[in-house]
């Protein structure tokens, strides 16, 4: 018994210090949710489920192509990881180590990542979460422009309508001969 009990504690060590140790690093990320458009009245009313739906799909966008790529491409990744650079998609290979785990009733998200050098861990955690919040930062913006450009037609239009209106008053005070306002 004594032999068999020192065998197997044996060989767990030596099988344990060939083993690479693995790092775990997390960035903590804070997703606000989304303000209600004042343009759409249904948007004013939200219930819990669209507020979960939202925050799933934050969730998803975290680890989506577009971020990873970014990050990817930022920190030269295929240059510096050989699971990377031997990869047919570099992002199935980097998103294979990344873990998006909420924090239970709040809106705090952590941003983990693994790898056996803990600086690494660290710094491809920390860009993840970076671009992320650029990422919502990018697509906020493009909103805002398309959005203004939208609002800018709309003014155009309303202008030209309310010119054509003044002409066409106009045109009936002369034709009518009615006096204006002033006279």
């Not at 249904?42 to 680890?63: C, G, L, M, R």
């Not at 199935?92 to 009733?105: G, W």
């Not at 491809?124 to 450009?149: E, I, M, P, W």
């Not at 709309?154 to 005070?173: C, D, E």
């Amino acid at each position: 018994v004594v032999l068999v009990f020192m065998v197997t504690v044996g060989s767990a060590m030596l099988f344990t210090s060939w083993q690479t140790p693995i790092y775990q690093a997390a960035a903590t990320v804070l997703i606000e949710p989304e303000p209600p458009r004042v343009v759409n009245i249904q948007d004013v009313n939200s219930d819990a489920t669209a507020s979960q739906e939202y925050y799933a799909t934050q969730y998803k966008v975290i680890e989506s192509r577009p971020v990873v790529d970014a990050v990817v491409q930022r920190l030269k990744l295929k240059d510096r990881m050989p699971a990377i650079a031997g990869a047919s998609d570099p992002y199935l290979a980097f998103v294979r180590d990344l873990t998006i785990a909420p924090i239970k009733n709040t809106r705090l998200v952590l941003v983990k990542y693994e790898h056996p050098e803990p600086a690494m861990a660290m710094e491809l955690a920390n860009a993840v979460a970076n671009q992320y919040v650029k990422y919502t930062l990018d697509v906020k913006q493009s909103d805002a422009q398309t959005a203004t450009v939208w609002l800018n037609e709309q003014i155009q239009q309303l202008r030209s309508k309310a010119q054509q209106s003044s002409q066409a008053l106009q045109a009936y005070q002369a034709k009518a001969d009615l006096l204006g306002l002033q006279d």
